[in-house]
């Protein structure tokens, strides 16, 4: 029997929970912005490719912020001032500083009037009373219409009237692309629901807040990866904070999407032996991490030629079994899989496809995974690549937003007949791991320190 290449894709989607308890504003409106523009279009894009599988990851601080803005129950400084009908020297202060927070030569260059307004406030120097309220209407319009994504901006008849339109925004206007904001994000939680009914993705999530597991248990276990780290004298220790915030990351899993996770994508990668039992007792299957652990939990190297392919692909490419058991590591009576990110190939996505053609960058993905497969020369096991990245914060990086880039790739690897992309459970579960780490090291994702 020969298998083709296995490739999960997860795409974590993530913010800081930006609410301040003390005021109940969000200090920050980035959980709205992204939810009104690559949270929905990234689901919209992968439902035109009902072949092509992934496992997106959801923060459940991020869900809340997500329903709290879909239901008005969320307000943030840039909202406030979006909705106003004059703004004073200390408003317009912010909204120079703050409504051109977007890419500018993918986004603002893109449209004449943004990009006067952009060139307005450099000749202003900082002079705010050079500043029109004609001015800070249309930023406020421009920097809310961009924050939707481009499909909705081209699709919506209202929409494409008020980008058409481009300057003179009124305050009704405003309000209606605020409203339509409002309406995509509502649409977020269902649509990667209706995604997971039909079979094309699996949900997943992470420690409710974000928190990193290893230092929230005990921050000393920093130095196993890093033993030169400047530490403070008096460790922090709260093994049960992090048992609570994974125990409320199921809880919030289950209400939002009416099931329990099978999946940890633990923050920012990061894992240690003492955090195991903790996924286990809270029923986990499987969790994730970066290459560079599984490399120092089994003492290999995992060696790439000068174009980054892998030498030694069956190390990487593969699930493994690890104990869970502190008190018998080699038990195999509790026992979670973990799965390891290509680094390269999730940051080729993340860092550098950006600067090529989107065809171009598609290509050269297929073209690496085809060598993967080529390296394995073993079509009788499966084997999984897993590709793991930031699902929301490279897009405005990319041409028109990534598209070019998603739409081709997701069609090649429609047509592709040896390379076949999988949730990560739907393949646990048809291909168990064969290999074993009885000893997990501690790290992340980011060097693996």
Request: net charge negative; hydrophobic share 35%; charged share 20%.
């Amino acid at each position: 029997m020969s298998h083709p290449l296995y490739v999960a894709f997860v795409w974590h989607m993530h913010q800081p929970y930006y609410k301040d308890f003390t005021t109940g504003e969000y200090i920050l409106p980035w959980a709205r912005l992204h939810g009104a523009k690559e949270y929905i279009h990234m689901a919209e894009v992968l439902a035109q490719y009902p072949k092509v599988k992934a496992t997106f990851n959801f923060v459940p601080s991020l869900v809340e912020q997500i329903r709290e803005y879909a239901h008005n129950e969320a307000a943030d400084r840039a909202l406030a001032l979006s909705r106003q009908e004059t703004w004073s020297d200390e408003d317009k202060a912010y909204l120079l500083s703050f409504f051109f927070s977007v890419n500018r030569e993918r986004v603002i260059r893109r449209y004449p009037r943004y990009n006067q307004l952009l060139e307005l406030r450099q000749q202003a120097r900082g002079d705010h009373r050079l500043l029109s309220q004609v001015f800070c209407r249309d930023l406020a319009a421009w920097f809310n219409l961009v924050w939707l994504n481009q499909a909705a901006l081209e699709n919506d008849p209202d929409l494409r009237a008020l980008t058409e339109k481009g300057q003179g925004f009124t305050r009704d206007e405003i309000d209606l692309i605020l409203r339509k904001q409002e309406d995509y994000l509502a649409c977020v939680i269902p649509l990667y629901g209706h995604l997971r009914d039909r079979g094309q993705i699996e949900l997943i999530t992470s420690p409710y807040y974000h928190p990193i597991l290893p230092l929230l248990i005990d921050s000393g276990t920093a130095h196993r990866a890093s033993p030169g780290l400047s530490l403070p004298a008096s460790f922090y220790r709260h093994v049960e904070d992090a048992i609570e915030q994974v125990r409320q990351a199921v809880e919030a899993h289950e209400t939002h999407f009416g099931e329990a996770p099978r999946g940890l994508w633990p923050s920012e990668g990061a894992v240690c032996p003492e955090m195991l039992p903790t996924l286990t007792r809270h029923g986990f299957h499987w969790f994730a991490t970066d290459e560079a652990i599984l490399a120092r939990s089994l003492g290999v190297g995992i060696e790439r030629d000068p174009y980054g392919h892998v030498n030694n692909p069956r190390v990487l490419y593969q699930p493994y079994a690890v104990a869970a058991n502190l008190q018998s590591p080699t038990s195999n009576l509790q026992s979670l899989t973990a799965i390891f990110r290509d680094h390269t190939l999730s940051d080729r996505i993340g860092f550098v496809y950006q600067s090529m053609p989107g065809q171009d960058a598609a290509e050269d993905l297929i073209q690496r995974l085809h060598v993967i497969r080529e390296r394995l020369n073993d079509p009788g096991h499966p084997y999984l690549v897993s590709i793991i990245l930031d699902g929301e914060n490279c897009w405005e990086s990319y041409p028109d937003y990534g598209d070019p880039f998603l739409y081709h790739l997701y069609q090649r690897l429609t047509d592709e007949e040896d390379i076949q992309t999988v949730t990560v459970s739907e393949y646990l579960d048809q291909f168990p791991p064969r290999e074993v780490i009885h000893h997990l090291a501690t790290g992340s994702w980011i060097g693996g320190n």
